[in-house]
């Protein structure tokens, strides 16, 4: 694997991907305490309890729109460790009583029925106005989940209510966005199609990753399809993948993922999909490892029967051996999008809207290195937004152009070659029609506005095989656009996601969640007049 917090490198490579000292020593100050918390946190839970005590904790708002709140918590068993620090699950009846006023929450929602993973939608809200809610499962007030370590906010837009052990904690919805609204477009990236253990992070004797539990289905497959259906659901009219759609290049892995986006609707009209790193499959290191090929990894297998490699049995490639890496991606997701027919940058014109997907990792190297475009795709892109400047645009790549305020420490392997990402914000700055970047990679929830071009929102999104989980759902109107985060509602999609929480020894939620809630929730306003396309147009 390569690159990005799931990968698994080999030690030399990893090591060529070190960050300075300085990023080590901000990052270990910072982290530090949160593991000293952690440690405390699992002597508590050790502590003997009466069997009917209930825990409801990691409470978090995750969606908030002009109208509606999707808050999320989780209840366990206290004393009790799934293998994880985790409490095991206790099922049971969630509501949430909310108002207008911190002493009068005089209304309620609940779910459907008793669950250990909550999800409770507010609706009929009011734009502009401010709510005080409390999460409450069999009388116990749900606890947030700590953000000290971002000094964030995970529920809510105001600290009000901190430090009280359940609430009421506030927000305030926004305004939404002005003018009509034109179409919606599911943004989603990291599905890493393949993979089997969450957070191995470049090959480093690191807190140990997350598997699934035995019998359940393979995380990425699970959550890449219960990604779709909530798109869905939610009224996407498009969905755009950027990137890491597999874990490591493999035409098997790319095959199924071809199989699940299809369930949005058809590829090249109704999808797009671009290349990340992981989904360069590298022609030697793929023989090499046995791991990133399908059937490379069952003929491993088949011969670890004789013995042990390189002591029992030795092998040697052959020509049929060599995987090629652009045709593996290109056979999976071929289909007209534009430019020579299946290549894997291209600019696509709906109804008014523009946009150009980038492949941003176009070199050799095994994904520790910065991404990179190419001089010829660079080209090719300045020249697509020279064409018509003014034309609204989103573009969306793998690498981010930058990543700032990151909990763990910053590599050169984060983002786009810094030379790069200055020539394309250039190019932005160029261009007013862009309003908004969309990448992956980073595996977080993070909105940033570019400096030297700030019309343009670049926006992270969270990886959707592991927690948080889910999309970003960018509703476009004729005089702005919101962006709004849904973890995936699917019930085994929210048990995987409270099972990946422990990522990173349960610090992944500081880095994966955002910072506050206008790290995953926004509205700006952009002229988007130029917009002609329909709701449902690209729909089946």
């Not at 002005?178 to 957070?199: I, Y």
Request: a positive charge; proline letters at 6%.
């Amino acid at each position: 694997m390569r690159c990005c917090f799931s990968a698994h490198l080999p030690a030399l490579a990893a090591l060529s991907a070190f960050p300075g000292p300085c990023e080590v020593l901000r990052s270990g100050a910072r982290l530090a305490p949160a593991l000293l918390r952690t440690a405390s946190t699992a002597m508590q839970r050790a502590r003997s309890h009466h069997p009917d005590d209930l825990t409801a904790v990691n409470l978090e708002l995750v969606t908030l729109t002009e109208d509606t709140a999707v808050i999320t918590w989780y209840t366990g068993i206290p004393g009790t460790d799934d293998g994880l620090g985790h409490p095991l699950p206790a099922i049971t009846e969630g509501e949430v009583a909310y108002g207008t006023h911190p002493s009068r929450l005089n209304r309620t929602a609940s779910e459907g029925r008793p669950t250990a993973h909550h999800q409770v939608e507010l609706t009929g809200l009011e734009p502009g106005q401010t709510y005080y809610y409390q999460a409450r499962s069999r009388g116990v007030a749900a606890t947030p989940t700590p953000l000290h370590l971002v000094r964030g906010n995970a529920v809510g837009t105001s600290t009000f209510g901190f430090g009280s052990g359940g609430g009421p904690y506030s927000f305030t919805t926004p305004q939404p966005p002005p003018g009509r609204l034109l179409l919606s477009v599911a943004l989603c990236n990291d599905l890493h199609l393949g993979e089997t253990t969450a957070g191995l992070v470049g090959g480093l004797p690191l807190p140990r990753g997350v598997s699934q539990q035995p019998g359940r289905a393979p995380y990425p497959e699970l959550m890449s399809r219960a990604l779709v259906e909530e798109a869905r659901r939610r009224g996407a009219d498009l969905l755009l993948a950027g990137g890491d759609i597999s874990a490591g290049g493999a035409a098997h892995d790319l095959r199924e993922a071809r199989r699940i986006l299809d369930g949005f609707g058809t590829h090249g009209r109704d999808y797009f999909v671009v290349r990340g790193n992981h989904d360069r499959s590298q022609d030697t290191s793929t023989f090499r490892t046995g791991g990133a090929a399908h059937d490379l990894r069952e003929a491993r297998r088949i011969l670890d029967g004789f013995g042990t490699h390189g002591r029992d049995y030795f092998v040697v490639r052959g020509n049929h051996d060599r995987s090629q890496d652009t045709s593996t991606f290109r056979t999976a997701f071929a289909g007209g999008v534009g430019r020579d027919d299946g290549l894997e940058y291209f600019a696509r014109d709906l109804g008014g809207l523009r946009i150009i997907g980038l492949d941003t990792y176009v070199k050799t190297g095994n994904g520790a290195d910065a991404g990179g475009l190419g001089a010829e795709q660079l080209a090719w892109f300045r020249a697509r937004l020279r064409e018509a400047p003014d034309q609204p645009t989103l573009v969306f790549g793998h690498h981010p152009l930058t990543v700032r305020d990151s909990v763990f420490p910053v590599t050169r392997g984060h983002c786009l070659d810094r030379r790069q990402a200055r020539a394309v914000v250039d190019a932005y700055a160029s261009a007013p029609g862009v309003f908004l970047h969309h990448a992956g990679h980073t595996h977080r929830n993070k909105r940033t506005v570019l400096t030297r071009a700030p019309h343009v929102t670049q926006q992270e999104v969270a990886a959707a095989k592991e927690y948080p989980g889910g999309f970003t759902l960018l509703r476009i109107h004729s005089g702005g656009y919101a962006l709004n985060h849904y973890k995936s509602g699917d019930l085994a999609a929210r048990q995987w996601s409270e099972r990946s929480r422990r990522v990173a020894a349960g610090l992944w939620p500081h880095h994966a969640l955002g910072r506050s809630v206008t790290d995953r929730n926004s509205v700006t306003s952009h002229d988007l007049s130029g917009v002609t396309v329909s709701r449902g147009v690209n729909r089946m």
